[in-house]
């Protein structure tokens, strides 16, 4: 089956944000519901990095956001890891802290700051 243009770009798209690495040791599970479920999942969640109108900077830091905001503090990590390579700064990170505090409560925005220390700490 050849792969759509829609899912070549949004491999592409996870590719530059998240890194070789991460990407790799995400798809490395052979199992073809493994398979089918990485293919959904960046179909649907970098597919729609793929479209116009938002730059992967912008998108990034909505992604933070979204994920502190939620709850879902290992994505949260992942996506302050990846943050540079979308473009986002530190500077807009820590703005970005006072925002989720502010709207999304204290502890998201003190959970999030604790995971923002551990990855520049990590660097």
Known sequence: MEESEALSAARGMRRSVLGDTYVDGATADPDPV???F???LTATAWGVWTRGGLTPRDR??????????????EEFRVHTES???????????????????????VPAG??????????RRER
């Open 38 to 40: 990485q293919d959904y």
């Open 60 to 73: 990034s830091l909505l992604v933070l956001a979204m994920t502190a905001a939620l709850g879902r503090m």
């Open 34 to 36: 493994a398979v089918e």
């Open 83 to 105: 943050a540079p390579r979308a473009g986002v700064t530190d500077a807009e990170v820590d703005e970005l802290l006072f925002q989720i505090a502010a709207y999304a409560g």
């Open 110 to 119: 003190s959970s999030a700051r604790r995971i923002v220390t551990a990855v």
